[in-house]
């Protein structure tokens, strides 16, 4: 009896074909993975897993570690992993004498590790109380312009709490408008090339949907810092810009919003000298 082949038609040999024989597996070699739902499930729940330990490291309240989103989570541990690497603990005094933030610091008298439920410092340590006594917030970038530190007395001015801002971005360029970037790039690249020397530029910044909606727009802030090495020694990665941002112009008070007890008319001439006054 003649058989043929089922691939080319021609008669072959018992157990014999013209296409080429697929070699044996070998025993216990594993199939190649295939993501099937049950393991993406599975990855997706250590992810949560993890991302919710990292949020229950973060120093701040339960009320808000709930509210946080596995994005706003993120945005705060990369913020603080920035900031301890600026500010690592165990650095204080070793900043430069001129360096206007105080560092964060533990007891000295005391060489055991800091408790676990203490978040360990990753920025200036500044009370509520000095916060309250500036005329804007504190920023703090790296040499590349990641953002550090924001003081949380950024909300008096932008109407944007930290997480909130964060959100945006993770670089200053990111809560800036966009018209002010090169400016912004070009100071910066000044101050790092000189560090000490103190630049500064304005420009408005990101505020939030009810601060626009009352104010008609963003919040034009002048920004003022100088590149400081904060340890020797003086290196990109231990160099950081710290800033006051400051409000170009003071936003009127609700009460006083419909007020024109502080308008009056002036008339001049050339000269600018005055002519006619209101009362």
Same mark, same amino acid.
């Given at each position: @009896?003649?058989?043929?082949?089922?691939?080319?038609?021609?008669?072959?040999?018992?157990? @014999?074909?013209?296409?080429?024989?697929?070699?044996?597996?070998?025993?216990?070699?594993?199939?190649?993975? !295939?993501?099937?739902?049950?393991?993406?499930?599975?990855?997706?729940?250590?992810?949560?897993?993890?991302?919710?330990?990292?949020?229950?490291?973060?120093?701040?309240?339960?009320?808000?570690?709930? *509210?946080?989103?596995?994005?706003?989570?993120?945005?705060?541990?990369?913020?603080?992993?920035?900031?301890?690497?600026?500010?690592?603990?165990?650095?204080?005094?070793?900043?430069?004498?001129?360096?206007?933030?105080?560092?964060?610091?533990?007891?000295?008298?005391?060489?055991?590790?800091?408790?676990?439920?203490?978040?360990?410092?990753? +920025?200036?340590?500044?009370?509520?109380?000095?916060?309250?006594?500036?005329?804007?917030?504190?920023?703090?970038?790296?040499?590349?312009?990641?953002?550090?530190?924001?003081?949380?007395?950024?909300?008096?001015?932008?109407?944007?709490?930290?997480?909130?801002?964060?959100?945006?971005?993770?670089?200053?360029?990111?809560?800036?408008? +966009?018209?002010?970037?090169?400016?912004? !790039?070009?100071?910066?690249?000044?101050? !790092?090339?000189?560090?000490?020397?103190?630049?500064?530029?304005?420009?408005? @910044? *990101?505020?939030?949907?009810?601060?626009?909606?009352?104010?008609?727009?963003?919040?034009?802030?002048?920004?003022?810092? !100088?590149?400081?090495?904060? *340890?020797?020694?003086?290196?990109?990665?231990?160099?950081?810009?710290?800033?006051?941002?400051?409000?170009?112009? *003071?936003?009127?008070?609700?009460?006083?919003?419909?007020?024109?007890?502080?308008?009056?008319?002036?008339?001049?001439?050339?000269? @600018?000298?005055?002519?006619?006054?209101?009362?």
């Amino acid at each position: @009896m003649t058989i043929f082949c089922s691939h080319c038609h021609r008669p072959l040999q018992a157990e @014999m074909s013209c296409l080429p024989r697929r070699g044996k597996q070998a025993p216990g070699t594993s199939k190649p993975f !295939r993501s099937t739902k049950s393991a993406s499930k599975a990855r997706r729940d250590q992810i949560n897993v993890e991302l919710q330990a990292l949020r229950s490291l973060l120093p701040i309240s339960a009320r808000e570690k709930e *509210r946080l989103s596995y994005l706003h989570t993120m945005a705060l541990v990369c913020l603080r992993l920035r900031g301890a690497q600026l500010f690592p603990p165990g650095t204080r005094g070793t900043a430069v004498p001129h360096a206007s933030l105080a560092l964060p610091h533990q007891d000295s008298a005391s060489p055991c590790a800091a408790p676990a439920d203490s978040a360990p410092p990753a +920025g200036p340590a500044l009370g509520a109380e000095l916060l309250s006594l500036l005329p804007g917030f504190l920023l703090v970038l790296s040499a590349n312009g990641k953002l550090v530190y924001i003081s949380e007395n950024v909300a008096q001015v932008l109407g944007l709490s930290v997480v909130e801002l964060l959100a945006q971005g993770d670089t200053v360029f990111d809560i800036l408008d +966009g018209r002010a970037h090169e400016d912004a !790039r070009k100071k910066l690249l000044l101050a !790092r090339e000189e560090p000490g020397r103190e630049v500064t530029f304005v420009s408005e @910044m *990101r505020t939030s949907k009810a601060f626009r909606l009352q104010h008609g727009g963003n919040r034009a802030v002048a920004v003022r810092g !100088r590149f400081t090495a904060l *340890r020797w020694p003086a290196s990109p990665s231990t160099a950081a810009f710290l800033a006051l941002c400051t409000p170009v112009a *003071r936003l009127p008070a609700d009460d006083d919003a419909g007020s024109q007890d502080d308008l009056f008319q002036s008339t001049h001439i050339l000269d @600018m000298t005055f002519t006619d006054v209101t009362e």
